[in-house]
């Protein structure tokens, strides 16, 4: 005969398997056009910013290793002002698929792993376009021989989170619509005695540079939501 407690406990077995079912993604969703790269979208010179390309500003990808799993593609360029010389580094790090165990590195954890001390992690809103801002997140990472300031985001489907507790909770977000979202990790960094000085360059270089990307190219980078915002704005 089935007693009572039999039935509660079936009963819990059937929510927690009804719960993991729902939880399933069972959908994959990228905003990368097919056919087309995220080096395809960034353009490689606007106004006095002109690049080339770089491969230490990430460490390499060994193959069937994490990183090789967690990005099918990574663009690593250094943009220098031909007026100033000032030079900022980029990397785009693009990945198809999100889960619970490929989730996008966020750089106050990674810098450290490379010997670099955080002494300044603040969540901040950079202005793209009138009205427009990306949530992102500005860090000082200190080497001994060494000083770099960095604005990043990442973009998990069509959330922007702003630390690895929010990016968590977006993940399951995303899940619960039974989506396995893109994800993509954009980092901007320059190295210099005065981080102050550094942000502004970067405050004001990151605006001109999605503002040089073709607009149906856009939610790659930031999210359909703030793409749209933007062409709306004029830009």
């Known amino acids: 005969m089935i007693n ?45 910013w002109a690049s080339h390309d770089v491969s230490d500003v990430v460490a390499p ?3 069937g290793s994490l990183a090789s799993r967690l990005y099918g593609e990574t663009v690593g360029r250094v943009y ?15 990945g198809d698929t999100q889960s619970e165990d490929l989730q996008l590195h966020r750089p106050e954890i990674c810098y450290p792993a490379f010997g670099f001390a955080i002494q300044h992690s603040v969540a901040v809103d950079v202005p793209v376009a009138p009205g427009v801002a990306v949530p992102s997140r500005t860090l000082v990472a200190v080497a001994p021989d060494r000083r770099e300031t960095i ?24 899940a619960m619509s039974g989506v396995v979202a893109d994800g993509l990790l954009a980092r901007f960094s320059m190295v210099s005695q005065d981080s102050q000085a550094a942000f502004g360059t970067l405050t004001d270089f990151i605006p001109a540079l999605l503002q040089a990307v073709r607009r149906e190219r856009r939610p790659v980078l930031i999210g359909t939501t703030r793409a749209a915002a933007m062409a ?3 830009a």
Not at 152 to 174: F, N
């Open 151 to 174: 604005i990043y985001w990442s973009r998990l489907g069509e959330y922007l989170p702003v630390d690895r507790k929010q990016q968590q909770l977006d993940r399951l977000r995303t």
């Open 61 to 63: 990808k060994i193959e």
């Open 80 to 94: 220098a002002h031909a007026v100033t010389g000032a030079e900022i580094m980029m990397l785009l790090a693009h």
């Open 232 to 234: 709306a704005a004029g």
């Open 4 to 48: 009572r407690r039999d039935m509660i406990v079936g009963a819990t077995c059937l929510a927690g398997s009804g719960a993991a079912y729902f939880l399933k993604p069972r959908r994959r969703v990228s905003l990368l056009p097919s056919g087309q790269t995220v080096d395809q979208a960034v353009p490689r010179a606007f106004g006095p």
